[in-house]
């Protein structure tokens, strides 16, 4: 009995998608880079530092001039532009910046390699379910770090634009968007498919 074994072959079609989703993923993967570092410098060395914060205000009357009528309204989030921000102010929105940037380079990079995996012929191997494992992992622990950050931060901004934040426009609150976790869940779901994979496809070695 032979021991080769046969990689599938892809359709024209289907090898023209992968390469596509990897270009696609590369290139959002340097943009996400560069508009980290970007931000990340620019919260570190400009002499204004822009950060969203959470806010508490009703919508003014005045802001409604057609023909109808305002009940009520309110805005919960404000992006400020601010002079005079501490140093662990900065060192915080810096530290979200970079964890959330590298979260995201992260994702484009799995799907890179997955792509490139499929495009091979051999997506199943130990090497591919090693890195959507440790994707996952890192995925759902970056994910937690930059937003665990960015709410310490504007913890910190709202203290210092007033000395009473708890009655104040910008209270003691953040925001938490779990998307960047859900899918390090999901990349982890997938690596333990391609472990399953990886064991039948050794089984099957060697049959024509």
Known sequence: ???????????????????????????YGILVAVGSAARIVSVLSAP????????VFAVPASAVTGAATLVSGSFDSAQLVLADVSTTARLLLAGSALALGLAQVLIAGTIVFTSVGLVRGRPFGRRMTW??????????????????????????????????PVGSVFPFAGGFDLTIVFVGVVLGVVAAAFEIGERMQRDTEGLI
């Open 1 to 27: 009995m032979s021991t080769h074994t046969a990689g599938f072959q892809l359709r024209r079609s289907e090898r023209g998608s992968l390469l596509f989703f990897t270009v696609v993923a590369a290139a």
């Open 48 to 55: 204004t530092v822009e950060a969203q914060m959470s806010a």
């Open 131 to 164: 890195l959507l494992a440790t994707a996952s992992i890192t995925l759902i622990a970056g994910g937690l770090l930059g937003y665990a950050l960015g709410t310490a931060a504007q913890f910190t901004i709202a203290a210092e634009l007033n000395p009473d």
